[in-house]
């Protein structure tokens, strides 16, 4: 291993199943994510979670050609199977919004990186006790957790300690992180190209009374925002239920921010595609452009 520090009718869903066309098949004006996992907290594999799917956060996104993964969640496993079927090297931008479980516990097994002609390129701020994101990944692979440490992982990977603020340029993308909750030390995600934005806000602070403003700047015109929504169960929010559930908050936030397509994500282990179906109806009630993220889904931001 070698380190170093538009309207909601342009996006087209793909279901669970359907083939997702690897990155060569589509040129250098191509804006499209993928979802890889969808679930928070742990995996919930079964007969209930079929559609939805069952793996923890990672999401892929193609982008003026440039390959941006956010997180890795159970899902980046089955991104890279994906991606070992492809013939030319693998290169990723791989960008964390924190360092929970369900966002890095993929990360020892994205075959990828076992491949010396894979190049990661790999950002995440530093954790609440100081830890970087390099030595994070390094920690939950090492003995008595995991059988192989990082090190025998033969790609090329650079790791890059990143803050609210920064601006990260990859040809004409830009990727900007920005603060999103002070409890985990979590970062939301703006990516730009052109004139499409997309926005991936998927760890906010439940707690919150009123709307946050600089969670309102980071939405600001977004084409899609993917949202922490469907841990709609009180117990997710603070025990006085003083604030919002998320799948509310983040109505009001794409309302407010004049957000063209809601994506929610970070679905509850506990809750079966039953369930999921009946509240992707009752959200839509109140904002008509939402859905709710399922595993294989693709949406295309540069159709219209």
Known sequence: MANSASSSDALSPVRAGDTVQPEQSAPDRSFTLTFWGVRGNIPAPGADTVRYGGNTACVEVLVGGQRLIFD????LRVLGCHLMQQEQPVEAHLFFTHTHWDRIQGFPFFS???????QLHIYGAPALNGASIKQ??????LRPNFFKPLQTMAASMSFHNIAAGDAISLGDVVVEPWSLNCH?????????WQDR?????????PTQTSLDPNLLMLASGADVLIFDGTYADAAYSD???????PWHLGIE????SQTKQLVLFHHNPCHSDDYLDQLERQVQTSFASTRLAREGMTLDLTRS
């Open 112 to 118: 990828p990186a076992f491949v010396p002609t894979t």
């Open 184 to 192: 985990t030390s979590a970062l939301g995600y703006r990516v730009s």
């Open 197 to 205: 934005v997309l926005v991936y806000a998927t760890d906010t602070d």
């Open 72 to 75: 890795g969640g159970s899902g």
């Open 253 to 256: 936030v794409a309302q407010a």
């Open 136 to 141: 994070r990944l390094m920690d939950q692979m």
């Open 239 to 245: 025990p006085n239920g003083s604030g919002l559930a």
